[in-house]
Structure formats: structure tokens, C-alpha cells
């Protein structure tokens, strides 16, 4: 049994909230981040982000210093809730401040064209009843430029291999919602831009005591 003192440790990290800077949010509130499927934001966004075809940067401001992150997408001009394509499989983050994720690739696999509209959707594991979220409505174009975003200090990622992996790449203690049809699934990249580095296997026994202690 999971002791009181322990779960009181955990409740900094529980509530950890973050921002999704690049691309742009839809928007942010606080106070309705856990809200599936986009933080309280309802509304897609009339002036959309352009973003490459194959793929690219994404900038996130961590406001603690662990999370659970994945990256889903949803195609179409009003994609509700239907978030089912994986493009970055759960990973560990440590380091508060700036996150790179410099090469979140879009699997060609899916046929995205230019001027394709769709809404990227990022997950972390910092509500305890599930996830927070934040969505950029975005329009793909082989023309948009690549980008680059930046670390903060001692800012890294690490693999996850946690028990509540799901074969989609979801985490089933994060509460990312549902959507229709077969999960596809990128290639993991947490790895590039501005230094960010990964060291294997050193989070998985942590992601494992931290879902066995919210179950």
C-alpha cells in the first residue's frame, strides 16, 4: 500500500501545469487545462499556424521539473476529439523552464498535402485524474520554414517504458481522451534540437513507481 507520505510528495508534481509555445496554442486557461481535448479551448483557431509536411519543431515551458509528454494529431478542419494519430509516444521530461522537441516528424504514411489543416495536441500527465492539454491548430505546407526552438538549463528527455504503456504509444494514466480509427505512430524524437539529451532506460523505473502510486 502506497504510504500517505509518499503520495503527499508526489502532489507538486501531479499538478504541474505547461505551455505549448510553438506553434502557436489555440489559447490557455490555467484553470481548465485539464479539460479534454484542448485545455477549455473549444474554439479552433481562425488564424492558423503553418507547419512543415514532413514535420518539425515543437517548444514547450515546463512548470515542474518531471512530466510524462506525448504528441498527438488530429486531421481535418474541426477535428473534435478525434486525436488518434501518435507523433511523438510517451517520453519522459525533466529540467523546469524551456523544452525542445526539435524533430517531431509527420508520418508520410498519412498523405498530408499542402494546405491540409489539422490540430496538434500535447499531453502531459500533470492532473491526477488525467492529463492537461494544450492544441495549435496548424496548416500544413511544404513551404513553411523549419524553425528551431531552445533548452532551458539541464532540461532533458528520457524513453518511457512505464506499465501503463498502451500499444498506440498512449498512457492510459494520462488521460488522453479518445478517438476513432487505428493509432499511426512516428518514430520517437525527443532528441534533437539545442542539445537536449536522452539517456535511456533511467526513467522507467521512476514512471513505474509514479503510475503504481496514482493507481
Not at 491540409?116 to 513551404?143: E, K, R, W
Request: proline share 7%.
Amino acid at each position: 500500500m502506497v504510504s500517505l507520505v509518499f503520495l503527499t510528495s508526489l502532489l507538486p508534481f501531479v499538478y504541474a501545469h505547461f505551455q505549448l509555445n510553438s506553434p502557436p496554442a489555440r489559447g490557455f486557461d490555467e484553470d481548465t487545462l485539464a479539460t479534454f481535448p484542448c485545455g477549455g479551448q473549444d474554439t479552433v483557431s481562425s488564424n492558423r499556424s503553418m507547419f512543415p509536411l514532413t514535420g518539425g519543431p515543437i517548444q514547450l515551458n515546463m512548470e515542474h521539473d518531471h512530466a510524462e509528454v506525448q504528441v498527438l494529431l488530429a486531421l481535418g478542419n474541426v477535428p473534435a476529439d478525434n486525436f488518434n494519430i501518435v507523433l511523438q509516444p510517451i517520453f519522459m521530461e525533466e529540467g523546469i523552464g524551456k523544452f525542445c522537441m526539435g524533430d517531431v516528424m509527420v508520418p508520410s504514411s498519412l498523405g498530408i498535402k499542402d494546405g491540409d489543416n489539422g490540430t496538434i495536441q500535447v499531453v502531459t500527465n500533470g492532473d491526477p485524474n488525467g492529463g492537461l492539454y494544450n492544441c495549435a491548430d496548424v496548416t500544413f505546407s511544404s513551404s513553411a520554414p523549419m524553425g528551431d526552438c531552445t533548452n532551458g538549463t539541464g532540461v532533458t528527455a528520457t524513453s518511457y517504458t512505464g506499465p501503463n504503456k498502451n500499444s498506440n504509444g498512449s498512457d492510459s494514466s494520462m488521460g488522453s481522451g479518445s478517438g476513432t480509427g487505428t493509432a499511426a505512430t512516428a518514430s520517437p524524437s525527443p532528441t534533437s534540437g539545442a542539445g537536449l539529451s536522452i539517456e535511456l532506460g533511467l526513467w522507467s523505473v521512476v514512471g513505474a513507481v509514479f503510475v503504481a502510486a496514482l493507481a
